[in-house]
């Protein structure tokens, strides 16, 4: 199993580009989830998805959108990037049953908006 | 919504010490408590986790108690080794599995040899 991947590990935007960072995860895991991490901010819940065709929004969704057209993928779509996008992404996905409610994470994308 | 404070935001000791990080939550709802542990540049992992029913959970030299009438949660390392400095979450959800998860804003725990 490869577990969550990411993809890019890293990207530079200009301000007012659009982009998507991509997740999958190869678990079967019904929730996924995006957080961003800023420097001393901890984990902030961007949107979640508790299954294909359902999402909804966390913490700082502004800015943001999600989609979940299938079990293994949940796309981050940034529109109009700003600096203040400039994070850390993180995705992670949950199989939520048994007795564990970990999150598995990806490695992350590091973004910078200039 | 959720709202997960965690303090301290640094701290350091010398290695063999204890060291203890606490995080308060505000909804009285959440029912699963768990703590995640970030080394530098890599992804936040599970280290141990506790659900409401029950007051402390022990994982070999670390353990998690919790305080749901404080509402207040801790973790504590014994016997720290220069290979638990990282960066340490607190999380707190209202749904027993896992679900929506606030985090804490982190601790960064520095052990020195």
């Known amino acids: 199993n490869a577990g969550v991947t990411q993809t890019p590990k890293f990207r530079i935007l200009k301000i007012g580009q659009s982009m998507t960072l991509q997740c999958t995860q190869d678990?079967?895991?019904?929730?996924m989830y995006w957080y961003r991490q800023d420097p001393g901010m901890g984990l902030k819940l961007i949107y979640y998805?508790?299954?294909?065709?359902?999402?909804d929004k966390g913490e700082v969704p502004n800015g943001y959108n999600v989609s979940r057209s299938t079990t293994e993928d949940f796309p981050l779509r940034l529109e109009l990037a700003a600096p203040s996008q400039t994070s850390v992404y993180f995705c992670?996905?949950?199989?939520?049953?048994?007795?564990?409610?970990?999150?598995?994470f990806g490695e992350g994308s590091r973004l910078t908006v200039l | 919504g959720e709202n997960v404070e965690q303090h301290p935001s640094t701290l350091s000791v010398q290695e063999g010490d204890s060291a203890v990080i606490k995080c308060t939550y505000s909804?009285?709802?959440?029912?699963?408590f768990p703590w995640y542990k970030q080394e530098l540049g890599k992804r936040p992992q599970l280290i141990i986790d506790?659900?409401?029913?029950?007051g402390e959970k022990k994982d070999q030299r670390i353990a998690v108690t919790l305080n749901k009438t404080a509402k207040h949660f801790s973790l504590h390392i014994t016997e720290t080794q220069p290979e638990d400095s990282a960066v340490y979450f607190c999380?707190?959800?209202?749904?027993?599995?896992?679900?929506?998860?606030?985090f804490g804003q982190g601790t960064e725990l520095s052990v020195k040899p």
């Open positions: 909804d009285s709802a959440s029912n699963y």
């Open positions: 678990m079967n895991h019904n929730y």
């Open positions: 998805s508790v299954g294909a065709g359902i999402t």
């Open positions: 992670a996905s949950s199989p939520r049953q048994g007795n564990t409610g970990e999150l598995f």
């Open positions: 506790i659900r409401s029913n029950v």
């Open positions: 999380a707190a959800s209202w749904d027993n599995q896992g679900g929506k998860l606030i």
